[in-house]
């Protein structure tokens, strides 16, 4: 197993996803339940499937293209949303 690559991706998720609208989503329903584990399954479950098909998605456009212009691209799109979610804020 690549730890490096491991680790990196966890700190880079974790620190992405801190605050955002989705546990803003499940700050709410974790306040409106009457238990922990539905609300924590469910948003868990939610957040490996979205993340696996990012990784399908990346590793298909991947073999279709050059490593370099997925990369390029990935960088891209980040810096694209964030400026619309600047600009919206």
Request: aromatic share 12%.
């Amino acid at each position: 197993m690549d730890w490096k690559s491991l680790v990196t991706v966890f700190w880079a998720v974790f620190l992405a996803e801190l605050g955002d609208k989705t546990q803003m989503a499940v700050l709410g329903f974790s306040s409106s339940a009457n238990s922990f584990w539905p609300v924590f399954v469910g948003a868990s479950m939610a957040l490996v499937c979205t993340t696996l098909l990012a990784v399908l998605v990346g590793e298909r456009l991947a073999s279709w293209l050059p490593l370099d212009l997925v990369r390029r691209g990935g960088g891209l799109l980040l810096v694209v949303v964030g400026i619309l979610i600047f600009l919206r804020g």
